[in-house]
């Protein structure tokens, strides 16, 4: 089963679950069925970290759902669902921030509990491509303004006044008059025999008059976390559990021919041996690799037991892949035609007519996402044939589909509750360790958690993909831009041995969606397979596409001797919104948007780059030692600019003192959290520049632990990360993926401004 | 397999383990601990750092045997209620994004503060290194431990 990918795929409007315009709204009906419950939450799920007592009496709470996102008890406190998954964007805040304001509630009152994988309650749970915001900012409204209807009415019924009379604050409704006041709480048991408000009844607030939407909200889970009481995948435990490490095909694609488990099981505490069939070629996004588990009572045993087993493999054709022969292959295939993606004029005339012609390449390696916690899942498979889940997975919904795929059984006979996620970036929207649980537990008759090592982690990732870029730029003899041809080459996700193009959808990140006033434009793609599980990896192909247009840019601006901030604002020319239509071969994806409700609009994006300029005092005279480099490059409809100051030491270590960003992301919902995800995004991509790159030789990763596959630490993260939200009563958009792409070749143009060395293969040591 | 009784969080605990089993698997799987947090198991992240008498180590690294009497403090043990100094600066600060490292960041931070209640940036910078975070959460931990060491 494929899953939903907004930024790879159109979104299918057809089914009450894909949440395309048309059915947004469908998912907040209010069914009966969950309008009214009474002595139990209605909305169940897993409560992360947090111990939770009811104010009332002992089981004599009464509470009101008047969706399946909010609950109000008679003990007043407002229970929020998260249904998206919390691996450190904010959401499982964010979210319910919405649904608060608009209701009126208390902030402090509120309850947040993880909403359990359930696709017909609570719609898509995919959280993933920068869309949680995005998909749910209105519907979350709504869920919030369906309940404050209802409460408002109830208390004008009391009061003997009309709605219009009153309004909520703070965990009350009010008389705004005289303030006379009735807690929510208080009116759980009247709004019994009320009737849902019809959709067109309500009113939403003035964004001015919100006090938690566009202001900086803690986290909900920041004291369970600094406490080390926050849950996490692998923090379950239950009874009789047992703890299981597998040893997977070293090559993707390999086989068990034999093994001997004799000396595993003779350690302490190992009890059983498991064989996992995995699928072989192609290996597919949700299948677990093929694989030898060793259970025991507790993970020490498990890895020991590991150590101890001799397993033959049959490697298969993988065994000869070697990365670094095929990015040289790669490359040389972007020096021929490759299959037209998107044509604008004629470039071959503008090439054959131009004065200069700019021809240069550009390599980026494979890249692990090494989330610090390492993927983990615990299953409980059931005598009934029906299995619990718990895992730290970015969707519920595949995932549980994966489980019921691997133990052939119906998606209903899996309960899969969600916990906190030590990181996704990508990794954890992949089942396969979830589905490994479950076919452990079944095959163990016990509750199984699996637990990747870090080994386990960087070697059986689903990765970015390595790739060649070559993009020719042609300027005529007035020195005007006018031809850019860009080809690009890269093992495509989901693909396997047999070449293939990268998709659209992966084509639309950045390469198609080229925006500059140029008169000739050319993307070409070309052919390449994938030898090992290729993924999507925080912002996808926009990391590496970025880095290639972006250098590429600020080499023009140079031979055009133009400032590249001025290029960047001539080239975008007149304010307006794009329509590639015409000139893309295939559909353009806009990230699964139409483009009419979210268009690609120049002025916004000179915006944000006049923003970035004076805020970072782009045209300063730096003192010799130091210097900036600027990019631009919007992402998952959220435009982003950035200039990042890179300094060189005594000793000649280039450190990076500052970085600017400059971001519209339309309404900004929790501002703070939007601030963390840049900061962080820098950081991250500072890896990506400067210290990752994951290689294979014999169709296996040579990369191991943190001491080979190094992400930056403290002393090399950017100082000083200033965030500049340009504000915006636009529809919002996302930010988890958006700060890594123009991060990338700003601070190659600064390194290169500092060296005088231009740079065309990440990662560049600093 | 071997008896050892621990003393953590000021409590004796009383355990059967390996002598080889690091001490990380013993607090999360034996004691059902789990604050302290697996990230690499080679001493190369952080996230199971805990105090030995004071001092932060890795519990990845660190065999059940050669703990001996020594005093283990674990993020449940570092306050009684939740608010030592590191841990209100990191709420104030809104330092965690996904988390999972935090638990290793506030331990090896707290052992810092002890040794050096006001350190400097650059200190800060070289007593945290082995603590890797993903999310890129640096520069909020350290302004978390410049406001700790000021409310000391
Ligand atoms: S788990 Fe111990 S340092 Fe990484
Ligand atoms: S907060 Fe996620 S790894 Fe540090």
Known sequence: MMPKLPFLKKQKTDTSTSLGTADRSEIFMPSRRDFLKIGSLAAGGFVLGVNFQCSGPKGEVITFAPNVFVTIGSDNIVTIVAHRSEMGTGIRTSLPMIVADELGADWSLVKIVQAEGDEEKYGNQNTDGSFSVRMFYEPMKKAGATARHMLVEAAAKEWGVTPAECDTEASHVILKESGKKIPFGDLVEKIKTMELPKPEALTMKEFSSYKLVGKDVPIYDAKTIATGQAVFGADVNLPNMLIAVVRRSPVVGAKVVSFNDAKALAIPGVKKVVKIDGPGLPAGLDKPLEGIAVLAENTWAAIKGREALEIEWDLGPNQTYNSAAQLQEMLKSTAGKGTVKRARGNFNQAKSASGKVLERTYLAPFYAHSTIEPPAAIADAKADGSVEVWAPTQHPQWARGAVAGALGIDVAKVKMNVTLLGGGFGRKSKPDFVAEAAVLSKAAGVPVRVQWTREDDLHHDFFHSHSAQRIVATLDKTGNLTGWNHHTVFPAIGSSNTPAPPSDGELDLGARDFPYEVPNIQIEAHESSAHTRVGWLRSVSNIHHAFAICTMLDEIAEARGLDPVDQALQLLGEDKNLSFASEMVGDYGNYGEKIEDFPWNTGRMKKVIQTVAEKSNWKQNLAAGKAVGFAAHKSFLTYVACVVLVEKDAAGKITIPEVHYAVDCGIGVNTDRIRSQFEGGAQFATSLATTSAITFENGQVQQNNFDTYQIIRMPQAPKKIEVHIVPSMEKPTGVGEPPVPPFIPALANAVYKLTGKRIYELPFKI | ?152
Request: proline share 5%; hydrophobic share 35%; aromatic share 4%.
């Open chain 2, 1 to 152: 397999m071997e008896n050892y009784t621990l003393s953590i969080n000021g409590k004796k605990q009383e355990v059967t383990a390996p002598e080889d089993m690091p001490l990380l698997w013993v607090i999360r799987d034996l004691l059902d601990m789990k604050g302290t947090k697996f990230g690499c198991g080679q001493a190369l992240c952080g996230a199971c750092t805990v105090h030995l008498d004071g001092e932060a180590v890795r519990s990845c690294s660190l065999p059940i045997s050669q703990v001996g009497e020594g005093k283990i403090t674990t993020i449940e043990g570092l306050s009684e209620a939740g608010d030592h100094p590191l841990q209100t600066a990191w709420v104030e600060h809104v330092v965690p994004q996904c988390g999972y490292c935090q638990s290793g960041q506030i331990m090896n931070a707290a052992a810092l503060l002890t040794k050096n209640p006001s350190p400097s940036e650059s200190d800060i910078e070289e007593a945290m290194q082995g603590n890797l975070c993903r999310c890129g959460t640096y520069n909020r931990i350290k302004d978390a431990i410049l406001t700790a060491s000021k409310s000391l």
